[in-house]
């Protein structure tokens, strides 16, 4: 298959989008799109300074990269939590982290919560009792904490995050299933800001997690591909991975799934009972049934509408 804008051999296919493009242009294509996005949902200008949270994987240092393309003005912070698992996860984050950043130059804030706060993020959660053995409410509770008092301490305008649609999609589903209002109510690429709380946003909620791997492969971007070893088994990898077998038949339904939230959001559809107060039935003159339509009900309208046509020929 070609490339839709040149007429060389496309390398990635996107059936979802009906779109395949070669590599240069579809390293064109990721930042055009999420210029797209920063401006459709109103993240950030080119007047405000951007903190991106690099965590060493492939969504969060395409993010900085594609920004950094984009010629916004984006620092990275990356939070050292301390997570071994036996395969150094956090040093070789860290190690991946910095390298990229050196090689492009780019300036990079590091935290230490041990070194912050006297241990590293699973003894925290032991202390605390959190999490039921998993230290991933602890492990959010400070990466939330610490993101937020770095932008306001060094005066970020935002704070951009690398989730990809499959994190957004996965959420979603996940507040779906239990129907939290609250957290449904909140999701979305920007949270506004308040006094004291960066504005956050999600320039990559709208691209799929294998595109992002392209984007980085692409880049050549090195990143770090083990996930954290707590996420083995985690309810997000399971709605992700519940996700995948629906498009897998239905390539476009996440996307779907995702963008029709946010479109109810916006309008103001979620959660309001639309039939509230406006129950003005009355009984149909024929059968007495009630109904909402002005006259006969729609039952007596159709059976009005058959027994005046002409009876087709039935081939049974
Ligand atoms: Fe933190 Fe790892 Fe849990 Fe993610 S999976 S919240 S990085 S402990
Ligand atoms: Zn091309």
Request: with cysteine; charged share 25%.
């Amino acid at each position: 298959m070609k490339c839709r804008r040149c007429e060389n051999k496309a390398s990635v296919h996107m059936r979802q989008h009906k779109l395949a493009l070669c590599k240069e242009h579809y390293l064109e294509w990721i930042p055009e799109q999420t210029e797209r996005f920063i401006k459709k949902y109103e993240m950030f200008t080119r007047h405000e300074r951007i903190l991106v949270a690099v965590s060493g994987g492939k969504d969060s240092l395409s993010l900085w990269d594609i920004l950094v393309r984009l010629g916004y003005q984006v620092d990275g912070l990356y939070l050292g939590l301390g997570i071994d698992g036996g395969i150094g996860y956090s040093d070789e984050s860290r190690r991946l982290t910095e390298k990229f950043a050196n090689a492009n130059n780019l300036k990079l804030h590091i935290v230490d919560i041990e070194k912050e706060y006297g241990q590293p993020i699973p003894v925290l959660s032991q202390i605390s009792h959190r999490g039921y053995g998993k230290p991933c409410a602890v492990c959010g509770l400070a990466k939330r904490h610490e993101m937020n008092r770095i932008a306001r301490d060094l005066g970020y305008d935002v704070l951009a995050t690398g989730h990809n649609l499959d994190d957004e999609a996965a959420v979603l589903f996940g507040n779906t299933l239990s129907w939290s209002g609250d957290y449904l109510l909140r999701q979305g690429p920007v949270l506004a800001g308040a006094q004291g709380l960066a504005r956050k946003v999600k320039p990559l909620c709208r691209f799929y997690e294998r595109e992002m791997t392209a984007y980085a492969i692409a880049r050549d971007i090195e990143y770090i591909y083990e996930e954290c070893p707590f996420a083995d088994g985690s309810q997000s990898i399971f709605y992700k991975e519940s996700l995948n077998l629906l498009e897998t038949a239905r390539p476009g339904v996440k996307l779907t799934f995702y963008l029709n939230f946010l479109e109810a959001k916006k309008s103001g559809n979620l959660f309001v009972d639309r039939n509230a107060g406006q129950a003005l039935l009355h009984s149909c003159p024929k059968c007495g049934q009630p109904t909402s339509a002005p006259d006969l009900c729609s039952f007596c309208r159709m059976i009005g509408k058959a027994s005046t046509a002409r009876t087709p020929d039935l081939q049974l």
